[in-house]
């Protein structure tokens, strides 16, 4: 009884001023992904500017895609093996099938299509022309999306109630996820907690892993 009487309860409020590692310090560690299959015009100047970049001319299989949290595929004329007319946009939504925890964008020279338009629901679209500058800012939000705390507890929080876990279940583990990151270093090999009756699925707590992972590696 006395050990709950000194038990703090957290929530993501908590971590709203929480200092982030510099954007330039995630940029190199944070893999990206560029498929394209001509010459990428801004490839050297990501590179200089710090980013983590490889370009693939295509992608036959998507497990090519494993190791990169970021990744972003120009529309046409890639994902020709899969031998959709949709181009990138299936490579795209065959990836985060598999991959739903990583940050997906894609670049063209025109979205008129309706189809690859619903496709694309959720991924970040980028007009092929951008300047370096946009380039760099799209990037770096996709590089947040992974690697800011409170953002990736909005997935997990999303994931969770879409699993249909109780309200006061998922309230533990944002106070869990909190404590972990504020007062034991970012140490979530044991979350979500198996001592305690979550009910949350292998093929969630693997997704749910594979979001903290960014946090610990990029944010902390």
């Known amino acids: 009884m006395l050990m709950s009487l ?3 309860s957290y929530d993501i409020n908590d971590l709203k001023n929480y200092p982030l590692s510099p954007i330039g310090k995630r940029r190199g560690s944070c893999k990206v992904a560029i498929i394209d299959d001509e010459p990428f015009v801004y490839e050297d100047k990501l590179r200089h500017l710090g980013f983590n970049l490889i370009v693939f001319p295509d992608v036959d299989d998507v497990h090519q895609l494993e190791a990169y949290p970021v990744i972003i595929s120009d529309i046409r004329g890639v994902g020709k093996g899969f031998q959709s007319e949709f181009g ?3 490579l795209i939504q065959e990836c985060r099938k598999i991959y739903p925890n990583k940050a997906y964008g894609v670049y063209s020279g025109s979205m008129q299509n ?3 338009v619903s496709m694309l ?3 970040m679209v980028i007009k092929k022309d951008e300047s370096i500058d946009n380039w760099t800012t799209y990037i770096d939000t996709m590089i947040n999306s992974l690697s800011d705390p409170v953002i990736c507890w909005k997935k997990i929080r999303n994931i969770l109630l879409e699993q249909d876990l109780p309200l006061k279940a998922v309230e533990r583990l944002e106070s869990e ?3 972990i990151i504020l ?3 970012g140490d979530f090999s044991s ?3 198996r001592s305690k009756k979550y009910n949350v699925g292998e093929d969630v707590r693997a997704i749910i892993n ?3 992972a960014g946090v610990i590696l990029s944010a902390l």
Request: avoid cysteine; charged fraction near 25%; glycine fraction near 4%.
């Open 6 to 8: 000194f038990y703090r």
């Open 88 to 90: 990138g946009a299936f």
């Open 114 to 116: 309706l189809q690859i």
């Open 121 to 123: 629901r959720d991924v």
């Open 177 to 179: 996820y909190v404590d």
């Open 183 to 185: 007062n034991k270093k």
């Open 191 to 193: 979350f979500p907690s």
């Open 210 to 212: 594979s979001l903290v």
